[in-house]
C-alpha cells in the first residue's frame, strides 16, 4: 500500500544552519506530495505540495523538489530560525486509488534549532 | 475566516464511558477526517466522511463511531472507552470532487481515559 518514511525522528541545529528533512514514499500510482508543520499545541499546517516530476512546492522559506526517480521530496531551508522549531510532516494522497482524497503521513520529524 | 474548531479541547474520561468529540467545520468542504496522533506514530486516520450522511473507515476504525449530519459537523465517539484511546485527537476538512488535495486542521482534542 501507499506509505511515507521520514527516516530523521528528531533534528536538532543552530539559527542559520541548513535544514535537511528526508522523506520517501512508495505508491503505486503518481501521488500527490505535501508538507505539514506543527507547531506546540496547534494542529498541523499546511504548507505546501507537489504533484508532478520535478515540480517544486515552496512556503515560508522550506522548499522541496519532487523527485520520482528516488521516490523522494525532502524538505529545505537555507537558514533556520528558532521560530521553525516545530514537528514536519511528509504525506502523500493517490489519485489512481479509491481513496483519492485520503492522505497518508509519515511519522513526523522534530527539529529543534537553538539560539 | 474560515476554520476547523473542536470541542472540548480537553476531556478526562473513565474506562467503560462513552465518550463523543465534536468538529465544525466554516470551510464549506465536502470532506472531513478524524486522526488520532501518538508519540511515534505520527497522524493515524479513523474515519472519514464525502459530506453529510457518510463515513468510512479509515486505517484504525476498531474502537470508534464517526456520525456526519451535516456539512459542517462531524463527530468521533467512543462508546466503551479504554485506557489504550488516550490521545491526542485531530478533525480536519478538505476539498473533494477530484483529490488528492490539502487538508486543514483543528486544533486538537486531548483525552485521557482513565
Known amino acids: 500500500g501507499d506509505s511515507v518514511t521520514q527516516t530523521e525522528g528528531q533534528v536538532a541545529l543552530s539559527e542559520e544552519d541548513f535544514l535537511t528533512i528526508h522523506c520517501n514514499y512508495s505508491a503505486s500510482g503518481y501521488p500527490a506530495l505535501f508538507w505539514y508543520v506543527q507547531y506546540p499545541g496547534e494542529g498541523p499546517q499546511f504548507l505546501f505540495r507537489a504533484s508532478r516530476d520535478k515540480e517544486k512546492g515552496s512556503s515560508r522559506g522550506f522548499e522541496a523538489t519532487y523527485d520520482k526517480g528516488t521516490t523522494s521530496f525532502h524538505l529545505r531551508k537555507a537558514s533556520v530560525q528558532e521560530s521553525d522549531s516545530a514537528v514536519y510532516y511528509c504525506a502523500l494522497g493517490d489519485p489512481s486509488t479509491s481513496n483519492y482524497n485520503v492522505l497518508y503521513f509519515g511519522s513526523g520529524t522534530k527539529l529543534t534549532v537553538e539560539p | 475566516e474560515a476554520a476547523v474548531t473542536q470541542s472540548p479541547r480537553n476531556k478526562v474520561a473513565v474506562t467503560g464511558g462513552k465518550v463523543t468529540l465534536s468538529c465544525n467545520q466554516t470551510?464549506?468542504?465536502?470532506?472531513m477526517y478524524w486522526y488520532r496522533q501518538d508519540t511515534g506514530h505520527g497522524l493515524r486516520l479513523i474515519h472519514y466522511?464525502?459530506?453529510?450522511?457518510?463515513?468510512e473507515k479509515g486505517d484504525i476504525p476498531d474502537g470508534y463511531k464517526a456520525s456526519r449530519p451535516s456539512q459542517e459537523n462531524f463527530s468521533l465517539i467512543l462508546e466503551l472507552a479504554t485506557p489504550s484511546q488516550t490521545s491526542v485527537y485531530f478533525c480536519a476538512s478538505g476539498e473533494g470532487d477530484w483529490g488528492p488535495y490539502e487538508q486543514y486542521f483543528g486544533p486538537g482534542t486531548r483525552l485521557t481515559v482513565l
Open positions: 470551510n464549506n468542504h465536502n470532506n
Open positions: 466522511s464525502y459530506g453529510a450522511g457518510s463515513t
